[in-house]
């Protein structure tokens, strides 16, 4: 008897009992999934429907609840593709950057970029986990807020200026460092003064 056959001569309750089994044994989805019964999948080690966390156990205590919800004051990973949650309390200075953190450069030393609260400080920018600061200096080959290029140095002349502004007839891309290129200079001729301006050399690149 296939299944074939029970599906033609099942009944629709019947029928989707069927379509559940198959499914539940091809290891696709399982009846706690379908009903959302988080009490049947918890510890599993897999985040399911309804779950934030799970760590493989329902003991609680270590971050994630007997319920696979995350505790208070905890943060927690993973727990997809067969790999369990990792849990760890929420604290500055761990290099994990948590909900309510700007940065953590994994110390609580303030005046390095990021603050002891974990804050980025003025005049600087942080990014990555562990945080990597540095401060907003132009001429440091970082682009960073405010500066339209930065290309290494703080001279001008170069299609960057010491302002860390792009200079007039030059292009600057925005990658760290800035790559600056000359354009050709261009006028726009009055109909009345082709003759003169190609006479002139000094008038630029005609077009």
Not at 11 to 40: E, K, M, N
Not at 103 to 117: F, P, V
Not at 190 to 204: E, F, H, S, T, V
């Amino acid at each position: 008897m296939t299944l074939e056959y029970l599906a033609k001569k099942a009944t629709r309750p019947q029928y989707l009992f069927i379509l559940c089994l198959v499914l539940a044994l091809c290891g696709r989805v399982g009846f706690a999934d379908l009903r959302g019964d988080v009490s049947q999948t918890c510890g599993n080690g897999v985040v399911d429907v309804g779950e934030k966390c799970d760590v493989g156990n329902r003991h609680g205590g270590g971050g994630c609840s007997p319920t696979c919800q995350i505790e208070t004051g905890w943060a927690c990973r993973g727990g997809v593709k067969d790999q369990m949650s990792f849990c760890h309390v929420i604290a500055c200075g761990d290099g994990l950057l948590d909900k309510g953190e700007l940065c953590d450069d994994a110390n609580t030393n303030s005046n390095d970029g990021c603050s002891s609260s974990c804050k980025v400080e003025t005049g600087w920018v942080c990014a990555g986990e562990p945080s990597k600061c540095h401060p907003i200096v132009c001429g440091d080959g970082f682009v960073d807020k405010g500066e339209q290029c930065d290309d290494g140095n703080a001279r001008s002349g170069d299609g960057c200026d010491s302002g860390c502004g792009v200079e007039v007839n030059w292009t600057c891309s925005k990658t760290s460092p800035s790559a600056c290129k000359s354009v050709p200079f261009t006028i726009k001729l009055k109909p009345n003064d082709g003759r003169q301006a190609k006479r002139n050399p000094y008038l630029g690149t005609l077009r």
